[in-house]
Each structure stands twice: as structure tokens, then as C-alpha cells.
């Protein structure tokens, strides 16, 4: 049965028992003030002189309780059947837009009207999640074409490489190979970015204690050589800051961020400050940066895959462009939130927020 029957059939059904029970109200009522029978005063009348009131009074209520009962289950089932169908009818707009989304088409909305009761919060939620799962799908296939023409590049200079080599006996093979070698590592880089990517964003990893001040040391320790090749000064202080997570990937996080920090930076005596900071529920991780102006609008592209705010200042630290967008998956893996706000003097200040682990919350 539809569910549009089976409400109807429970409308009139509960409708029949109300009559049911106000007919039995009736007659319990009309027993408690009415004699089981009568003494006549014309004795001739009756065999015995005596009048049966109830049985009288039973033989006239009962056709007509019947006709009311008849009544009430037809009055039942057409309203029912009625008032089941407006009060379904949003569920059919629901279902068509399901529909329409199975077949591929993501731009309908329901846009149910009226007061806002459980069938309208459950379409505006439909619609939200269709608006983001539009959005989900355009990124996908926006990184689908960035991610291969960024892989077709490499390819395609390696395929030139080696074509040169085949046809030019004489051109010098060092130099080929030197070159196969960079092209085949940025290859190979993107690859694993990729890959990175792809695992932050399944979530498939294992939550444990980590602490983000020493994620954070044990990052700028790593990039010290590059920042001191590149001019560039590092500075990190803080508390300690519990969460839960990847240590891996949030070594990870931290990584990217610093070293975007150093390539993205003044030509020289350009400064890199890392700090991390307890909250009430979160920590925090502040990764700031001298370098170029940037405009408000250029850095809310900043974290889309294979975006670059400004031209690269070192040639072998080009990185492939998904360092931000790493880091944003990182964070969204973990639960938290990313900000980018440019600075005033020029370059950016990037700022990770994270649940505090349960062991650093303050107790009641």
C-alpha cells in the first residue's frame, strides 16, 4: 500500500473508533437515567402491563448509530484520502528533485514554499546538500583538467627530451639527462601531492595525540637550509598545543605552510613567524610571512588546487601548486578551519585551528 492509503485508512479508521466511543458515551449515558421498563396505567395495553423501555429505546438507537457509523467511515475515507494527498504533496516535489538528481542534473532545487514545518527544513536541507555537491563536482572536475594538463607538461617535455636524443646522436646526453631528471622529479612530486591529497581526503588515517608546537619546530628545523639559502629568517614560539590527529599529515601541514612562507617572500632579509596558541577548545597554529602586497581577492584563491598567488622567486622550490590546497584538506580532515588574511606591510598570515584534544579542555 502507498503511504497516501495507509494514512487514509488510519484517518478513517481513528474516526471510527471516536464515533465508536461517543455512540457507546451515548447509550451508557442514556442507561444511567432511563428505566428497564415501565408500569403502564392501562394495563390493557400490554399482556402484563409492563413496558420494555430499553429494549424500545435500543431497538431506535442502534439503525441509527449504524447510519452514523456508515457515515463517519465514508466521511473518513474521502477526507482522508483528501488531506493525505496535501499533506504529501511536498513529498512529491522531494522525490521528483531525487529523481532528477540520480540522472546526473544537480542545478534543481526544490525551493519548497510555505511555513517553514518538517517537510520544508527537510527540502531546504535537500537543496543545501544539492548546492554542495554541485560545488563538490565542479571543484572534482576542475582538478580532474588541472591535474592533467600539470601531469601532461612533464610528460610531454620528457616525450621532447627523448625525442631529441633519438634524432640528435650528437647533442650532449648530460645535459638531456639533467634536464629528464628535474622534469621527471616534478613528475613525481605532483604524483605524490596528489596521492596526499587524495588521502586526507578519505580520512583514512589514524587519530592520535600530537602536540603542534613541536610539529612546528621540528618543520622549521627541517626547512632551516632552504630559508637560510633564500635569505629568510625563522621565527617560532608558543605553547604547547595538544589535538588529535595524523602526525604525519598535520608534520605535513605545518611543512607546507612554512615552506610556502620562505618561496613566497621579500628577495632578501624576508622574516617567517610560527607560533601556536591555545584556545579555549581549539589550538592554534599561526603561520605569518613578509613579501608582496596581496589583495584580499587573490588570496581567497590561494587554497584552489594548482593556484599560485604570485610568481615563483626560486626556480627549484616551484613546488606544483597544491601546497594550499593540501593544507586545506589537511585541516578539513581534522576538523578545523583555515584562514588566510593578507598583511598590510605585504605578505600573509595563515592561521590552522584545531579541536583541542579532550585532555587539555578545562574541567568542570
Do not use: C
Not at 500500500?1 to 461517543?22: C, D, E, I, Q
Not at 429494549?55 to 473518513?76: C, H, M, T, Y
Not at 527544513?121 to 582538478?143: G, K, N, P, W
Not at 616525450?159 to 650532449?172: F, V, Y
Amino acid at each position: 500500500m502507498s503511504a497516501r492509503l495507509k494514512l487514509t485508512l488510519s484517518y478513517a479508521g481513528f474516526l471510527m473508533v471516536a464515533g465508536v466511543l461517543l455512540l457507546a458515551a451515548v447509550w451508557v449515558f442514556l442507561l444511567r437515567y432511563v428505566p428497564n421498563r415501565a408500569m403502564l396505567t392501562n394495563p390493557d395495553d400490554r399482556p402484563n402491563g409492563v413496558f420494555p423501555i430499553r429494549s424500545v429505546l435500543l431497538g431506535v438507537f442502534a439503525p441509527r448509530a449504524a447510519a452514523v457509523l456508515a457515515f463517519l467511515l465514508l466521511f473518513g475515507l474521502v477526507g482522508g484520502w483528501i488531506l493525505a494527498g496535501r499533506m504529501l504533496a511536498p513529498l512529491t516535489r522531494i522525490t521528483e528533485a531525487t529523481r532528477t538528481a540520480t540522472s546526473g542534473s544537480l542545478s534543481h532545487r526544490i525551493r519548497l514554499p510555505g511555513r517553514k514545518d518538517e517537510f520544508r527544513e527537510l527540502a531546504d536541507a535537500f537543496d543545501t546538500m544539492l548546492a554542495r555537491l554541485e560545488a563538490h563536482v565542479a571543484e572534482q572536475q576542475r582538478f580532474a583538467a588541472n591535474a592533467s594538463h600539470e601531469l601532461r607538461t612533464p610528460l610531454a617535455v620528457s616525450k621532447s627530451l627523448i625525442d631529441l636524443a633519438r634524432t640528435d646522436p650528437n647533442h650532449d646526453n648530460g645535459q638531456i639527462i639533467e634536464r629528464l631528471h628535474a622534469v621527471n622529479t616534478r613528475a613525481i612530486d605532483l604524483t605524490e601531492a596528489l596521492l596526499l591529497l587524495t588521502r586526507a581526503n578519505q580520512r583514512t588515517f589514524t587519530r592520535e595525540p600530537v602536540d603542534l608546537s613541536l610539529v612546528a619546530e621540528e618543520a622549521a628545523e627541517t626547512l632551516l637550509p632552504l630559508a637560510e639559502k633564500q635569505g629568510v629568517t625563522i621565527e617560532t614560539d608558543g605553547d604547547i598545543t595538544p589535538t588529535i590527529g595524523s602526525q604525519a599529515l598535520l608534520l605535513q601541514l605545518i611543512t607546507n605552510l612554512v615552506q610556502n612562507a620562505i618561496v613566497h617572500n621579500l628577495p632578501e632579509d624576508g622574516t617567517v613567524w610560527v607560533s601556536t596558541e591555545v584556545r579555549p577548545r581549539t589550538v592554534v597554529v599561526t603561520v605569518e610571512n613578509t613579501g608582496e602586497i596581496l589583495t584580499p581577492q587573490l588570496v581567497s584563491t590561494l587554497t584552489e588546487p594548482f593556484q599560485r598567488g604570485t610568481k615563483r622567486i626560486h626556480a627549484d622550490h616551484a613546488g606544483v601548486g597544491l601546497g594550499l590546497a593540501i593544507v586545506k584538506t589537511i585541516v578539513l580532515a581534522h576538523d578545523g578551519r583555515l584562514t588566510l588574511v593578507p598583511r598590510s606591510a605585504g605578505g600573509l598570515r595563515i592561521t590552522v585551528e584545531l579541536p583541542a584534544a579532550p585532555s587539555a579542555l578545562p574541567q568542570r
